[in-house]
């Protein structure tokens, strides 16, 4: 679990990272910031998927943290921890897991992580459950897509589709053959009407067909490569959030 820690005071910041050590090896803190500034500045360039959990002090030498919510747009759930309680009502306006006075008590903070990790696995609970009762629905699946070649139109059957990928505002199919053919859906739209039992979104850039997969390797910062035939220009790296569901969908 990749974390960040925003704290002005070196000793508490310290503190804490030896304290998540010491909970859960699997822990990673990323960066430590120390300011409003600092923390606006490195999560406006940072990935959507950089962090999964931030520790933030709300008293920081430039300012009260609540204003980085400010310049920011922050999804990302936050665990407050501060020597004052009377910002508790403030701290839950925005995306507090839990609210943690110091000095922090390891029991408590054992207690917030948990917290934090039972509601992120409801999460992947109910995406769960939506495929599920998609699958279990009467709903039809494409059979074939409409494909453009000039001026003309054709089909392109779906079993013969290796995968289809985004360009832009673009979309192509790519049958196994290696030929990539303009399509007038989006990426989203054909999430929605290809079988969930033979196709997976693996990013926002690429719907793969099972069938196309040759070798699935490790990547960096627990994320996963595929290696497709034929090959794509897409990128094949399955984002974090979904390589729990492609893991799930490739072992069916």
């Known amino acids: 679990m990749k974390v960040i820690i925003i704290e002005d005071e070196i000793p508490a910041a310290n503190r804490l990272n030896r304290m998540l050590q010491d909970l859960d090896e699997g822990i990673e803190v ?5 300011s409003v500034e600092s ?5 406006r360039q940072a990935p959507a ?32 921890t501060t020597a004052f309680d009377h910002y508790v009502l403030k701290a839950f306006k ?13 029991a408590e903070l ?6 934090f990790r039972q509601v992120h696995r409801g999460a992947e609970l109910a995406e769960k459950i939506g495929r599920l009762m998609q699958e279990m629905s009467p709903a039809k699946y494409k059979e074939r897509l409409l494909i453009r070649r000039g001026q003309q139109l054709h089909y392109l059957k779906t079993t013969a589709t290796a995968h289809c990928h985004a360009d832009g505002k673009l979309c192509y199919a790519t049958d196994f053959n290696g030929n990539s053919f303009l399509l007038d859906n989006t990426l989203q739209e054909l999430e929605g009407v290809l079988s969930p039992r033979q196709f997976y ?15 699935v ?3 960096l910062g627990g994320r996963l ?23 799930e969908w490739l072992g069916r």
């Open 30 to 34: 990323v960066t430590t910031l120390d």
């Open 39 to 43: 923390s606006v500045a490195w999560l």
């Open 49 to 80: 998927d950089a962090v999964e959990l931030i520790f933030m002090d709300i008293q920081l030498a430039d300012g009260l943290s609540f204003s980085i919510f400010e310049q920011v747009k922050l999804l990302t759930p936050v665990i407050f």
């Open 94 to 106: 925005v995306n507090s897991v839990d609210y943690l006075l110091k000095p922090i008590d390891g």
């Open 110 to 115: 054992r207690q917030a992580v948990t917290k």
């Open 201 to 215: 979104r693996v990013n926002r850039q690429l719907l793969v067909n099972i069938e196309s997969i040759k070798k």
């Open 217 to 219: 390797h490790t990547f």
């Open 225 to 247: 490569k595929l290696e497709l035939a034929p090959a794509t220009p897409a990128d094949t790296i399955v984002s974090r959030e979904r390589v729990n569901g492609f893991k």
